[in-house]
């Protein structure tokens, strides 16, 4: 018997717009981007294919565990973090959109000889590295500013310490059950999911909106006694509220799952991380950029994110972000805290 007209139709539904047919779309809102910027994503692109393939074999290739040195925020350094460097920094280079490159595995900013290009890029090329080899989901962070100084000269760190509110573009590529690549260039909140069988990413979640709330709170709790008042506050009020504890310990993941479902992340400074852990450059602001085009919040327990004057490359600042109403409750601890005497 002949499939009815609707059977047919299910077998032939189309996949969906390819990230690079999205991106040619983008490239009216960067009418002053000749298709660079277009090829500075699809390089980010290309990269995190790459770093895919080599985190779903990582158990066969030798490329787990520790690859025995540190950073220099002090972190064990895993493979993984040194493969997925390599590819990404090796990417922006060759694919030429980038003069310059800060990458939370690099001590100095990276100069890629790309004099004439436009743009620059700040990046934590494998966040949350530790749990690859607890097949757990890790992410890649990326933000994309214009340099400042001229070009044709050679890039300097005030290309790369802009504030905040001076991205052009920012993302995360999600390495979980599915691959996912997250991305806002200023106009809304889009996500691709990857099929590897055809190596393209596809359009699956036009306009992604932060829920106003939400149920999550995402904290390591380990480090309760560390926090300031204003957080052990709000904890206690997520604990009156019968809120869930959801942390994953990669950003990325606890980030995308409370962009889907709703919820708060926090990293709030501690007597241990008195600026707390996450960096601003290639972890919260790019982040910041994201939550805030989706509809929600990311302040240090006050002020915005997004307009922090960056002085350091590899600079931390406390974090709390999420569901919009969530982080205005969090917030209110704060203001109280300040006001008592
Ligand atoms: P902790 C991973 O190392 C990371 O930078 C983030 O991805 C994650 O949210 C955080 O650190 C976890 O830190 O101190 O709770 O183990």
């Known amino acids: 018997m002949s499939p009815s007209q609707g059977q047919f139709e299910q077998l032939i539904l189309p996949i969906g717009t390819t990230l690079d047919r999205f991106i040619n779309t983008q490239q009216n809102n960067f009418p002053f981007a000749r298709g660079e910027f277009s090829q500075l994503l699809r390089d980010i692109a290309i990269a995190s294919k790459i770093v895919n393939r080599e ?7 030798n490329i787990s565990g520790s690859y025995g040195a ?35 595995e690099d001590e100095e900013l990276i100069d890629t000889g790309n004099y004439n290009a436009k743009y620059v890029v700040a990046i934590d090329p494998l966040d949350g590295s530790s749990n690859i080899d607890v097949n757990v989901a890790v992410g890649t962070i990326f933000s994309i500013y214009r340099r400042v100084s001229p070009a044709g000269s ?17 993302g995360y590529i999600l390495y979980g059950s599915s691959t996912m690549m997250v991305l806002t260039s200023g106009a ?27 149920k999550i709170y995402s904290i390591n709790e ?19 509220e019968n809120y869930s504890a959801r942390y994953i310990g990669s950003f990325v993941a606890d980030f995308h799952r409370n962009l889907l479902k709703g919820g708060i992340f926090m990293y709030p400074q501690s007597t241990k991380s008195p600026q707390g852990k996450l960096r601003l450059l290639y972890e919260c ?9 989706a509809g929600g919040m990311a302040i240090d327990g006050d002020k915005r994110i997004l307009d ?34």
């Open 285 to 293: 602001f790019p982040l910041a950029f994201l939550v805030e085009q």
């Open 70 to 104: 540190q950073n220099n925020h002090g972190e064990d350094q895993q493979k993984l973090d040194m493969v997925a460097n390599v590819r990404f920094i090796r990417a922006l280079k060759n694919g030429g959109e980038v003069c310059a490159i800060a990458s939370e």
């Open 188 to 214: 809304g909140v889009d996500g691709f999911t990857y099929e590897p069988s055809l190596g393209e990413y596809y359009l699956s979640h036009p306009n992604m909106r932060m829920p106003k709330t939400g």
């Open 308 to 341: 922090y004057e960056p002085e350091r490359l590899h600079q931390r600042a406390p974090l709390i972000i999420g569901s919009s109403e969530m982080v205005k409750t969090a917030r209110k601890y704060f203001l109280l805290d300040h006001v008592r005497v």
């Open 154 to 170: 050679p890039p300097g760190p005030e290309d790369i310490l802009q504030k905040g509110t001076q991205q052009v573009a920012a």
């Open 222 to 240: 380990s480090s309760y006694s560390t926090f300031p008042k204003p957080i052990k506050d709000y904890i206690q009020y997520c604990h009156d």
């Open 55 to 61: 985190i779903n074999r990582a158990g066969l290739a």
